[in-house]
């Protein structure tokens, strides 16, 4: 099957803010119908809105049936989340390390699967949102970088899957973006100042720059399959 013509239908999960927002605006540009997937309803103009819960299967199927059912879906976008707690491994809460396993890992199998099952006729492609904290070895990020981790091995496992089905999958690891959770973050005491030092490009990303690229591995990037793009202003190709 080849990839659907755009415009097309995409569900945004996480689209009620940060990236997800962003990448929302951008679809919307380009003539996408949209439909965000969340846990609060979106307020953009345009925008369908399903309230669910990536971690409750059956609601997740009934929001993703609700989406199909208004217009045939073509794209995903895989950008619901919550942040890691930032403490040091010994003083990890585990209840909380696996509930931001079962958000990260397991809601994107769910809502990932259930996209793929509303597929009619030609099918389309699916971006997941892993990190640049996915690579190598971090200080207090336990729980998130090896979650991210695990979300882009995911995404390498249903790329090889369901390319046979004409389903591209992919994944972006956002280097440090200007969302709100990254301004919490900064709240509980994480420098940003010495992020933009050490990044080779100086400065943090937006939301808008971080939605391009998904944007670009969504809809345009036709032969790439399987592949986790580092969208980080240079960090992770730091020598030192």
């Known amino acids: 099957m080849s990839e659907p013509r755009q415009p097309g ?39 369908d809105s399903e309230i669910a819960d990536a971690r409750d299967e059956a609601a997740v199927r009934a929001a993703i049936e609700n989406a199909a059912g208004r217009a045939p879906v073509t794209h995903l976008v895989v950008c619901h989340g919550i942040r890691g707690a930032y403490v040091p491994a010994m003083e990890m809460d585990l209840e909380h390390m696996r509930r931001l396993y079962d958000i990260h890992v397991v809601g994107a199998l769910a809502v990932s699967r259930e996209f793929v099952r509303q597929l009619d006729g ?3 492609s699916i971006v997941l949102i892993s990190s640049t904290t996915a690579y190598r070895g971090w200080v207090n990020q336990v729980d998130y970088g090896t979650a991210k981790a695990a979300e882009r091995q995911l995404m390498e496992n249903l790329a090889v899957e369901w390319a046979p089905l004409g389903v591209r999958v992919n994944a972006v690891a956002p280097g440090h973006t200007l969302t709100p959770m990254v301004e919490d973050l900064a709240r509980t005491g994480y420098d940003l100042g010495a992020v933009e030092k050490r990044t080779p490009r100086g400065q943090l990303a937006t939301p808008r720059e971080m939605a391009e ?11 790439v399959i399987g592949q986790c793009l580092p969208v980080d202003g240079g960090w992770t190709v730091v020598g030192k």
Not at 19 to 44: C, F, K, N, W, Y
Not at 213 to 223: E, G, Y
């Open 213 to 223: 690229s998904i944007i670009w591995l969504l809809l345009d990037a036709h032969h």
């Open 122 to 124: 030609d099918a389309g």
């Open 9 to 47: 239908h995409t569900i945004v999960t996480g689209g009620a803010s940060g990236i997800g927002a962003a990448v929302v605006e951008i679809l919307l540009e380009r003539g996408h119908r949209v439909t965000v997937l969340d846990m609060q309803p979106s307020d953009r103009d345009g925008v």
